[in-house]
């Protein structure tokens, strides 16, 4: 009895493995070019045109005569706090997110950040309901900001 044996197949020139080699060649070409094109699109110098953090922004109120200039930081948190009046904590906390994650320095602050907007819920909400907005925005510095209010 004669075997058939599959003379193609066994030299490795299936569809599969051409398939194959093709995405070994071409993968890493187009992994190093959207690699190289989202390091591109990132803005390094740390001066955002449409970031919320603009000193100059018009939403927020005037620093204080004789107190200098205002940080970052201490924009944001005026502003969110003021969303959070007009709004609602949640709100405010997914801003405080998008915010750290645009400009990663701000990461630094954001726990700050946070429980300052918690002891604001609770002026606002009280402390029941402003702890029903608790989310791991910054890990728990909201809930701690709420705690520390409620004492």
Known sequence: MKHSTNQQTRRGRGPARRIGRSLALVLPVVLVLSGTLAVTRVDWSGNPSNSVLTASDASVSDAKPGSGSRT?????RDQLIAELTR??????????????????????????IARALGRAA??????????????????????????AAHR
Do not use: I, M, N, W
Not at 122 to 140: E, F, I, L, N
């Open 87 to 112: 709004e609602d904590p949640g709100v405010a906390l997914t801003r405080l997110q998008q915010a750290v994650d645009g400009r990663p320095a701000l990461a630094k602050h954001c726990a700050s």
């Open 122 to 147: 609770v002026r606002v909400y009280g402390p029941v309901r402003a702890q029903s907005y608790a989310r791991p925005v910054c890990d728990t510095a909201f809930a701690t900001g709420v705690a």
């Open 72 to 76: 970052p930081q201490d924009v944001l």
